[in-house]
C-alpha cells in the first residue's frame, strides 16, 4: 500500500533526522495504546517520549531534546567568565566573526559572514518568538518540516494536508486491523 510506505518514509526520515541533529539512537516501540520513541545519547542516557503515533512520539522526542540542549546550553553559559566566549560562538563556523565577549580576538574574521549574535534573538523559524538558541523549543521541526515541503516542491499547507491524509489512512487501516483481530477471537472463542 502506497500510504503505508510514504508514512513509513516520513517516519524514516525524522529518526534520521533526529540521529543526525542530536547525535543519538532512537527507537521507537510499542502500539496498540501508544508509541514510545526513545534516543539514547552517546553517555547512555535515554530520554523518552509517548503519544498515540509514531510520528507524534518523534516530534515529542524531538522537543525534549531540544529543551535538553537549550538547559545545557545555559549552564555552558553561566560558566564562561568575562573573557571567555560563548559556547554559540565556539561552536560556530571559525571564518564567521562573532559578537561574543572576546570581541573576536580569539576567532578569526571573515571579509564577510554571518555574526554569531550571543543572547536573545528571534527564532529562525519565523514565529518571532525571542530566544537565545537558533530555534525557540520545538520550533526546529517547525522548520524542517518546511524545508521538508520545499525540497518535495510542495506548499506547506499542501504538504501538511498529504501527510495528514497519509497519518489519517495509516490510522483507519490500523482500526480496520484492530476490528478484523476481534472479529476473529469472538468467532474462535
Known amino acids: 500500500m502506497t500510504t503505508t510506505k510514504a508514512t513509513t518514509e516520513a517516519i524514516a526520515a525524522m529518526v534520521e533526522e533526529?540521529?543526525?541533529q542530536y547525535g543519538v539512537e532512537v527507537e521507537i516501540t510499542?502500539?496498540?495504546k501508544g508509541w514510545t520513541a526513545t534516543a539514547t545519547d552517546e553517555q547512555g542516557t535515554e530520554?523518552?517520549?509517548k503519544a498515540e503515533s509514531k510520528m507524534i512520539a518523534l516530534e515529542a522526542l524531538?522537543?525534549?531534546l531540544d529543551e535538553r540542549e537549550e538547559a545545557e546550553e545555559a549552564e555552558d553559559m553561566a560558566e564562561f567568565d568575562e573573557e571567555s566566549c560563548s559556547a554559540e560562538c565556539q561552536s560556530a563556523n571559525p571564518n564567521?566573526?562573532?559578537s561574543c565577549k572576546c570581541g573576536g580576538a580569539n576567532h578569526p574574521k571573515a571579509s564577510s559572514g554571518e555574526v554569531v549574535v550571543v543572547g536573545p534573538k528571534?527564532?529562525?523559524c519565523g514565529c518571532g518568538q525571542i530566544t537565545n538558541r537558533a530555534f525557540f523549543p520545538g520550533h526546529d521541526a517547525r522548520y524542517h518540516f518546511a524545508q521538508r515541503a520545499v525540497a518535495a516542491g510542495m506548499d506547506?499547507?499542501?504538504y501538511r494536508a498529504n501527510l495528514k491524509a497519509v497519518r489519517n489512512a495509516v490510522a483507519a487501516a490500523k482500526r480496520r486491523e484492530r476490528r478484523a483481530a476481534a472479529k476473529a477471537e469472538a468467532v474462535t472463542a
Open 156 to 158: 506547506v499547507e499542501v
Open 18 to 20: 533526529i540521529t543526525e
Open 47 to 49: 530520554h523518552t517520549a
Open 122 to 124: 528571534p527564532c529562525k
Open 96 to 98: 564567521t566573526p562573532c
Open 30 to 32: 510499542g502500539g496498540g
Open 62 to 64: 524531538s522537543n525534549r
